[in-house]
């Protein structure tokens, strides 16, 4: 199901301009970096259909979601380096739920420099509320590497199955 006006229905369909393109893809998932005022190097798993709740999940995308999530943080934190990387699943929108999707979010000591040594949900709160969005420049090259990294993770996880 595809809904209009529903930002990861948007991106994923062009009606909204996705800085840096998608990174990788599976059967049911998507990965692109955050268009919204997060950090750098802050990925977004999100289904393709418009999934509401983990419980929604078919069997497909239940099952990719462990790995996925694995090679996303293990894609952040190869390129980022972070202190520590959170995984955050958000889908409540101002009224209703929206569009499933699932942050992956390298936190370094820059960034928590940057936001009053602030951690956690303190940090995301400041981050979303500060409204500091990444230079789209930055998300781009950012966007390349990462998309070779998944690339290579793919290759070496092909390599393995045979």
């Not at 369909?13 to 990174?23: A, D, H």
């Not at 951690?119 to 420049?137: F, H, N, V, Y």
């Not at 390349?144 to 070496?156: M, Q, T």
Request: contains cysteine; hydrophobic residues 40%.
């Amino acid at each position: 199901m595809d809904v209009t006006g529903c930002l990861g229905c948007d991106l994923l369909t062009g009606r909204r301009e996705l800085p840096g393109g998608v990174l990788h893809e599976t059967a049911a998932w998507v990965v692109n970096h955050v268009v919204g005022p997060m950090n750098l190097g802050t990925l977004i798993v999100g289904p393709r259909d418009h999934v509401v709740a983990i419980a929604e999940l078919d069997d497909t995308a239940a099952a990719e979601l462990g790995p996925l999530l694995r090679d996303t943080a293990r894609v952040v934190e190869t390129l980022c380096q972070p202190e520590q990387t959170y995984v955050c699943m958000w889908s409540h929108g101002r009224d209703a739920r929206k569009h499933l999707h699932i942050a992956v979010q390298p936190v370094t000591a820059e960034v928590r420099a940057r936001y009053g040594g602030l951690r956690s949900e303190q940090l995301q709160a400041r981050m979303l509320a500060d409204g500091d969005k990444p230079d789209i420049t930055e998300v781009e090259r950012f966007c390349e590497r990462a998309r070779e990294l998944f690339r290579s993770i793919a290759d070496s996880s092909a390599e393995h199955r045979s």
